[in-house]
């Protein structure tokens, strides 16, 4: 995978356990091995900025992902692609690793954002169900590989 990840948030992070656990996403999903991910870390002004932005959504959010519409579905049979890109804000996430730590968040966070990226929503129950067991699952099988 050709994941590109940068990061301007001032916040210290993992950056190669991201690229991991993006890497075991994409390819358990059964992308394309040569497809092309961005991944960007940001503070919590450019997140409220660009969920306000793209979202029509006040305030910050944990996670925005930015498919590339026009190369869905995605399949490893499709040749390589661009995915798209995740945003992330590695400081929310903090706030919100109440029970795990903010690098576990962010390795979830990458997860969720891949999912999005190929097509998974969680707008109603039944999306829901089937997006946050797979979040769960991949979370869990790329733990035990590490």
Do not use: Y
């Not at 356990?17 to 358990?28: P, R």
């Not at 049979?77 to 400081?91: L, N, T």
């Not at 891949?114 to 969680?122: I, K």
């Amino acid at each position: 995978m050709g994941i590109e990840i940068a990061n301007t948030s001032g916040f210290e992070c993992d950056e190669d356990q991201i690229v991991s656990v993006a890497e075991f996403a994409l390819d358990k999903l059964g992308i394309h091995p040569d497809s092309d991910l961005g991944i960007t870390l940001v503070d919590e002004e450019e997140i409220t900025r660009l969920h306000v932005q793209w979202m029509d959504l006040p305030g910050p959010t944990d996670v925005l992902s930015f498919p590339m519409d026009e190369l869905k579905p995605f399949s490893a049979s499709d040749g390589p692609g661009i995915i798209g890109d995740i945003v992330i804000c590695p400081q929310f996430a903090a706030k919100q690793a109440l029970v795990h730590s903010t690098a576990d968040e962010i390795s979830l966070l990458t997860v969720h954002g891949v999912l999005h990226l190929l097509g998974f929503d969680h707008a109603d129950p039944e999306e829901h169900k089937v997006m946050f067991a797979l979040q769960d699952k991949t979370l869990s099988e790329w733990r035990m590989s590490t």
